[in-house]
C-alpha cells in the first residue's frame, strides 16, 4: 500500500536487495584481484624520476611501478615490497645496485638519518629541473582538457639553498638510561624514571634496522635553519640535560616539540634578530597551568645567554591554550616594508606566507593599480593584505577565524593603513551560498588557499564578482592544479608560476594568476 505517494513496501525490500547484490558483486570482483608482488619481496628496477612527496618511481624489468622514498634518478635500486595495489606498489630501498650519476655528498651529517632532507644529495638545479617535471606532469593528468588555457613558467628557486628557514619545530623524546654516545639503552625497563635518562632534541629518525627504536635523531646543527637558530637549539640541549636541574626534568615527559623562531641574518650569530620559543605540551588544561612553570627553569641558562630570545610560551595541545612564561606576548618582523606581529598563536599555526619571496611575487602577479580594490581571502595574520594596501584603493582582508582577524587588526593599526580593512566571513560553506557582500566589488581576489583548497562555492562565489584578475597562492601543488583546471573551465586563462621555498625537500608552492579569456 502506497503511504503519501511513497514507493511500496515490495519496492524498498526489491531496491534493498538490489543494493545488495551490487555490493556482493564488487566484494568478489575485489578478492579475485591478483597482487603482483608479496609483502617483503624483494623488486630490482630503474629510478626514471621523483614523484610528489619526494618518492622515486621505481619501473621494474616488467614495467610495474614501485614507489620508493630517498632513492635519486638514473639509479637502479632494490626495493624491498611493503604494500601491493592493482597498478602500484610501495616500498622501502633495499641496497643500490648503481648509484645515480646525479648523487653527490650531502654537506649534513645527519642526512640519511633525519627525516627533515631528502635530497640534499642531489645538487640544487637538479632539484628545481625535478619539481620542474612534476609540475608539468601535474597539469597534464589533471588539468588536461583546459591546459590550453595553462601557461607554466619556469620554477624560481630560493636565493637561499641553506638557512633559509624562519622557524622549525623539534620533537622531543625523552628516554631513561639512553647514552647518547653509544646510542644504546642502559636500562633493561622502559618505566625508569626521565630524571636519569638523556633528552633528544632534533627531527624524526629514519628508522634503522640495526638501531635502537628512537623517534628522534639528536641534531646537533640544521643547515636550514639560520646560525642564531643553531646556536639557541645547542644551548637548549645542554639546558635540558643539565643535571644540576635533575628535580625540573620530569616535566619533559609532556613535552612533545619545541618551535624556534629565529629568522635568517645575513650578520653572525651575535645578531639582535627577534627571536621566540613555543614549547608544545600534552599537558591537561588544570595541570597546564600548574605545571608549565616548571618549564622556565630547564631553559633559564639559555636565556641568559641569548637577549634575542624576547618571549617563551606554553602550548597545550589539549585545549589550545597558550601561557606566557617569559617576556612580551609578541615580536615583530619587517617582511617587504610592512612591520608583522608574531603572538604565539601566529608562531604556531604560522604558514609558508610570511616569505619575503612569495610577497614580491604576488606583487608581481597582481599589477596593483592606485583605483583596485582588493579582497584577500584567508588573511590569515594580514601582512600580504597591508603589503597589497600600499599600492591599491581598498584591500578587505577576510577569514574564518575570528582569532586571525584580532591579529590582523592589531597588524594593520601598527602599520598605520586606513585602507585595509579586516572581516570575519566563514569562506568554508560547502553545502550553501556564500552571500554577497555589502562592499565594493573586488577589481583583484587574492587567495591564500588552505591546504584542502578551494571548495566549489567558494570559486563560484568568486567568479560572481568577475573581478579583472584572481590570484591564488598554494603550498599544495596538486590541489592547486585542481583549482586551477575549475577556474579555467570558467572561462578564465591561468599562468602558473612554481616556486621552490624550501630547497632539499619534496615541497613545493604555487601561484597563479588568473584573467579572462
Not at 645527519?110 to 627525516?115: A, D, Q, R, T, V
Not at 610592512?338 to 609558508?352: D, E, G, M
Not at 565594493?440 to 567568479?463: F, K, M, Q, Y
Request: hydrophobic share 35%; net charge positive.
Amino acid at each position: 500500500r502506497r503511504v503519501h505517494g511513497g514507493p511500496t513496501q515490495r519496492g524498498k525490500t526489491r531496491h534493498m536487495l538490489h543494493s545488495l547484490s551490487v555490493r556482493l558483486s564488487l566484494i568478489r570482483r575485489a578478492s579475485v584481484v591478483v597482487k603482483k608482488y608479496s609483502i617483503g619481496q624483494l623488486v630490482e628496477g630503474e629510478v626514471t624520476e621523483l614523484a610528489l612527496a619526494g618518492q622515486g618511481v621505481v619501473r621494474t624489468d616488467d614495467g610495474f611501478v614501485v614507489f620508493a622514498p630517498r632513492c635519486l634518478p638514473q639509479s637502479r635500486v632494490s626495493v624491498s615490497v611493503s604494500r601491493c595495489y592493482r597498478h602500484y606498489a610501495e616500498g622501502v630501498i633495499d641496497h643500490v645496485i648503481k648509484p645515480s650519476p646525479l648523487e653527490i655528498k650531502a654537506p649534513c651529517p645527519h642526512f640519511g638519518s633525519c627525516s627533515g632532507c631528502h635530497t640534499q644529495n642531489m645538487s640544487y638545479d637538479n632539484q628545481i629541473r625535478q619539481k620542474e617535471v612534476q609540475a608539468v606532469n601535474l597539469v597534464k593528468r589533471f588539468a588536461s582538457s583546459v591546459s590550453d588555457r595553462v601557461t607554466i613558467s619556469p620554477m624560481q628557486s630560493n636565493p637561499n639553498a641553506y638557512h633559509y628557514r624562519h622557524q622549525m619545530k623539534f620533537a622531543v623524546q625523552a628516554i631513561p638510561g639512553f647514552n647518547p654516545t653509544t646510542k644504546q639503552n642502559q636500562s633493561n625497563t622502559v618505566s625508569q624514571s626521565h630524571l636519569r635518562g638523556f633528552t633528544l632534541i632534533g627531527l624524526h629518525a629514519i628508522p634503522k634496522k640495526d638501531d635502537p627504536p628512537l623517534l628522534v635523531e639528536d641534531i646537533s646543527e640544521c643547515l636550514l635553519q639560520s646560525p642564531l637558530a643553531n646556536s639557541i637549539l645547542t644551548s637548549l640541549r645542554q639546558s635540558l640535560n643539565d643535571p644540576k636541574l635533575a628535580s625540573s626534568r620530569s616535566i619533559l615527559s609532556h613535552v612533545h616539540h619545541i618551535t624556534i623562531r629565529a629568522p635568517p641574518s645575513p650578520t653572525n650569530t651575535d645578531d639582535n634578530t627577534p627571536s621566540a620559543l613555543v614549547i608544545e605540551t600534552d599537558l591537561e588544561p588544570a595541570e597546564h597551568k600548574k605545571k608549565s612553570g616548571m618549564l622556565l627553569p630547564l631553559i633559564r641558562s639559555t636565556l641568559n645567554r641569548y637577549p634575542q630570545i624576547r618571549y617563551v610560551a606554553s602550548y597545550s595541545k589539549s585545549n589550545q591554550e597558550y601561557i606566557m612564561l617569559y617576556g612580551k606576548p609578541f615580536i615583530t618582523e619587517t617582511i617587504h616594508q610592512t612591520t608583522i606581529r608574531l603572538t604565539p598563536f601566529t608562531i604556531k599555526t604560522a604558514s609558508l606566507n610570511l616569505s619575503e619571496i612569495i610577497w614580491k611575487a604576488v606583487e608581481t602577479a597582481c599589477n596593483v593599480r592606485p583605483t583596485d580594490v582588493i579582497y584577500h581571502l584567508f588573511c590569515e595574520e594580514g601582512g600580504l593584505a597591508l603589503l597589497l594596501s600600499q599600492n591599491a584603493s581598498k584591500v578587505f582582508g577576510f577569514d574564518s577565524s575570528q582569532k586571525w582577524i584580532d591579529e590582523a587588526q592589531e597588524n594593520s593599526a601598527l602599520n598605520k593603513q586606513r585602507n585595509a580593512r579586516f572581516v570575519q566571513f566563514d569562506l568554508d560553506k560547502e553545502n550553501s551560498t556564500l552571500p554577497r557582500l555589502s562592499l565594493p566589488d573586488p577589481s583583484t581576489v587574492v587567495v591564500s588557499a588552505p591546504s584542502g583548497g578551494l571548495s566549489p562555492n567558494l570559486i563560484n562565489w568568486i567568479c560572481e564578482y568577475r573581478p579583472r584578475r584572481i590570484v591564488v597562492v598554494s603550498h599544495n601543488v596538486p590541489i592547486f592544479v585542481r583549482d586551477m583546471a575549475r577556474l579555467c573551465e570558467k572561462g578564465m586563462n591561468a599562468v602558473m608560476v612554481p616556486i621552490d621555498l624550501m630547497p632539499h625537500t619534496p615541497y613545493a608552492s604555487c601561484i597563479g594568476s588568473f584573467t579572462w579569456k
